[in-house]
């Protein structure tokens, strides 16, 4: 095979990968939209129970979850916590550094605040 062969054979593949793909997501478009009638399902009889059903839902995709998202947040608390137990030293430093850098242009930030007063009051 030579490199104009492997060219048009690539590129067939990729038409073909990406029509295969358009497919797909276009028969997952059609599976997912679905139409409604806003007048119907919220009008003042059936707002309260919509609302109701909403709210039941959420509370049982949330306890369902609850166990999962704890977890989750203990595991980000450790991490948290181990990582500033082995940095602690660098953050200390960097700390420093930081509010030095910040003294210095509080400093400087005073001398041209008391320049302008100054040239405010004359």
Sequence with gaps: MNLEELKKLRQEKSLAH???KR??????KDVVK???NYEIEL???N???KIKEIIKAQKSYLD???DIIIS???DYKNKKKE???LNKEKRLEYDKEYRDKKKEELKEYRKEYYKKSKENKL
Excluded at 23 to 28: F, G, I, P, S, T
């Design 72 to 74: 989750k947040l203990n």
């Design 23 to 28: 497919e797909y997501y276009l028969k997952k």
């Design 83 to 85: 990582y500033y137990e």
């Design 43 to 45: 009008d003042n009889e």
């Design 18 to 20: 990406k029509r295969k």
């Design 34 to 36: 679905k139409e409604y």
């Design 64 to 66: 369902s979850r609850k």
């Design 47 to 49: 707002f309260s129970s």
